[in-house]
Nanobody, 126 residues
Framework: QVQLVESGGGLVQPGGSLRLSCAVSGITLDNYAIGWFRQAPGKEREGVSC????????YYADSVKGRFTISRDNAKNTVYLQMNSLKPGDTGVYYCAADNRHGVQSLCELPLTDYWGQGTQVTVSS
């Protein structure tokens, strides 16, 4: 059974940092891409960053380039999203998803996977 569990969300001031975690079980990460998505109230879900752990390709949305970094801890089977220089516009529920059928840009722009976590809330506010 595939499970993805996000953690690490919270309230942070503008300019601050957070690191989100996506603990993955039931799949071999080497064969998958993992994506981070967010959804703000009243807005559509947006792909933030996606990374393939089979070929190393990585995608970042323009809005987070240079501020967010996606990475992996092999020993813990966990994928991280390091978020720096946070802005109020980064507020939303953040989800991770796993996919082994599409490239990273496709995953981030039009996710067609059934494997999602439950989400973690990130609020950027002073």
């Amino acid at each position: 059974q595939v499970q993805l569990v996000e953690s690490g969300g919270g309230l942070v001031q503008p300019g601050g940092s957070l690191r989100l975690s996506c603990a993955v079980s039931g799949i071999t990460l080497d064969n998958y891409a993992i994506g981070w998505f967010r959804q703000a109230p009243g807005k559509e879900r947006e792909g933030v960053s996606c990374k393939s752990f089979s070929d190393g390709s990585t995608y970042y949305a323009d809005s987070v380039k240079g501020r967010f970094t996606i990475s992996r801890d092999n020993a813990k089977n966990t994928v991280y999203l390091q978020m720096n220089s946070l802005k109020p516009g980064d507020t939303g529920v953040y989800y991770c998803a796993a996919d082994n059928r599409h490239g990273v840009q496709s995953l981030c722009e039009l996710p067609l996977t059934d494997y999602w976590g439950q989400g973690t809330q990130v609020t950027v506010s002073s």
